[in-house]
């Protein structure tokens, strides 16, 4: 997006926000703009000024280049469709709002600076840690079950927004950053002691930093829209992200030698609103715009997975090494992973972890 752009659309949004705060709350839905002062000669009709639009701000942190930006624009194509042009959405990927900083956006969908957006728990986690739990190593059976549990009225969408609420958000629909895999500048890996002594920046969670450690890797924490220079500069060694939404749209592959498909965390990106702003619709603008959130969402989805193995191939045909384990392989490193993890169960909200366990027996 040209500066130019961005400062236009960052202006509107600072207005938005100037005018929430004038008035002490959030501006209900399909509010028009009116006249401060009529002369007893106008009539209603010529002082009122047209009615417009509210504008809702989507932030995520991945590039133009991906998914979850083409589900952006068929988001913001069906909610205004589906409001009948009383709502439109501006995207924002990047992070941009917050300028690439990923949690510094979620904060301010929390704060409702942003109105709305696709978060990362793993990022989110620092915020509310029982998001981790969605995350966990190993913990899902397949893409069935995580179709099934994953949805508005399910039990685990249930326990999850009871959580969410208190933290200021909703979930009202879910996409995926999806499964998270390694790449790395030194060696093939294919075995738990292959991980020894690598720099592997990981997203910023104690529960996966435990596990790469259990593992011998040295886990990083860094801000990832710095982590292909850090690549490139072998700042750090490698990496672990989604193939389909991450890897190949940051092109992390032509800085990185080796990738192993393990298929360790499913990282679910839920569309979050902030609250205060969901609760000001009203339930037909509840209803229209968690129906074009589910819609884009498995837009998302469905880009991604068709892109996978195009994907795979592509990255073999840049030269990187590509390694897909067994389930015998896989099971080497989960019978490191699990032991760890476990120690965190008690630690997360009861009804949350027993739907995950329940949605994946």
Avoid at 44 to 53: G, N, Q, R, T, Y
């Amino acid at each position: 997006m040209g500066l130019r752009k961005q400062f236009i659309a960052l202006s509107a949004v600072l207005s938005l926000a100037v005018g929430l705060s004038g008035c002490g709350s959030l501006q209900s839905p399909g509010t028009a703009n009116t006249s401060a002062a009529q002369s007893g000669s106008e009539t209603a009709a010529e002082s009122a000024e047209p009615s417009k639009a509210q504008v809702l701000t989507l932030t995520f942190a991945l590039s133009e280049n991906s998914a979850h930006y083409e589900a952006g624009k068929k988001f913001a194509e069906l909610v205004n469709q589906y409001t009948d042009g009383a709502y439109e959405v501006e995207v924002y990927p990047n992070s941009s709002l917050a300028s690439g900083n990923q949690l510094g956006a979620i904060e301010m969908v929390q704060k409702g600076t942003i109105s709305c957006g696709w978060l990362s728990p793993l990022v989110q986690c620092s915020i509310e840690p029982n998001l981790n739990a969605l995350c966990i190593p190993f913990l899902w059976k397949d893409t069935d079950a995580i179709d099934a549990a994953l949805r508005p009225g399910t039990d685990v969408d249930a326990a999850l927004n009871k959580i969410l609420k208190e933290k200021g958000y909703i979930a009202v629909a879910y996409a995926e950053n999806g499964y998270r895999e390694l790449t790395n500048s030194k060696r093939e890996i294919k075995t738990p002691e292959d991980m020894k002594g690598i720099k592997f920046r990981a997203i910023g969670s104690t529960m996966i930093f435990d596990v790469f450690k259990a593992m011998g890797a040295n886990p990083m924490d860094l801000n990832f829209s710095e982590l292909f220079t850090a690549l490139q500069q072998k700042t750090v060694d490698g990496q672990e992200n989604p193939i389909s939404t991450v890897i190949v749209p940051q092109k992390y592959y032509e800085v990185q030698d080796y990738m192993t498909i393990w298929n360790y965390v499913y990282e679910p990106h839920p569309l979050m609103f902030n609250l205060e702003l969901w609760e000001s619709f009203s339930p037909e603008t509840q209803q229209a715009i968690q129906k074009a959130a589910i819609e884009a969402c498995d837009y998302q989805k469905k880009l991604s997975r068709d892109a996978l193995a195009e994907n795979v191939e592509l990255i073999k045909q840049s030269g990187t090494t590509v390694t897909e384990l067994t389930p015998e392989e896989i099971q080497a490193f989960k019978d490191v992973a699990v032991p760890v993890v476990e120690g965190y169960y008690a630690d997360f909200n009861p009804e949350l972890m027993g739907a995950l366990q329940a949605a994946n027996q």
